[in-house]
């Protein structure tokens, strides 16, 4: 590696932004949701939260693994909001398992994971999920 590309790197690691950020239009709610990257220590966290054991090891629950992860990413709507969680409640999970559909759910999930550093979604789900 060159001394110029060398600096040229470090110059790009240093300058780049550490959360990356994105809005997304939800049509049905005509409103933006605000998400932001997850590292991979939190999605590691949330994989194992999102486990159960079975005969031949764990398996993931991919709807439990979706909302915990839109949970911790989303900026906007804010999940653990006292009216969300009285309405739909009581945890998070459950407010955003009864109100975004399973499509909803699977969008959001891939841009986080994409936002994330994950190249394609369904190679993305599955690195998370093993």
């Known amino acids: 590696m060159t001394e110029v590309h060398q600096e040229t790197l470090l110059r790009k ?5 550490m959360r990356p950020e994105k809005k997304l239009w939800m049509k049905r709610f005509d409103a933006e949701f605000h ?3 997850l ?3 939190t999605i590691n966290r949330i994989r194992e939260q999102a486990s159960y054991p079975t005969r031949n090891g764990k398996q993931v629950d991919e709807e439990k693994f979706g909302a915990l992860l839109i949970e911790k990413a989303c900026l906007v709507p804010d999940w653990t909001d ?3 969680l009285d309405a739909f409640g009581p945890t998070p999970t459950d407010v955003i398992q009864k ?3 399973a499509g909803e759910i699977v969008r959001l999930t891939g841009d986080i994971l994409q936002l994330s550093g994950f190249g394609d979604e369904e ?7 093993n």
Do not use: N, P, Y
């Open 99 to 101: 109100r975004l559909l």
């Open 35 to 37: 998400i932001q990257a």
């Open 39 to 41: 590292d991979g220590k």
């Open 123 to 129: 190679e993305a789900v599955e690195e998370a999920k």
């Open 13 to 17: 690691l240093l300058d780049t932004e």
């Open 82 to 84: 006292k009216a969300l």
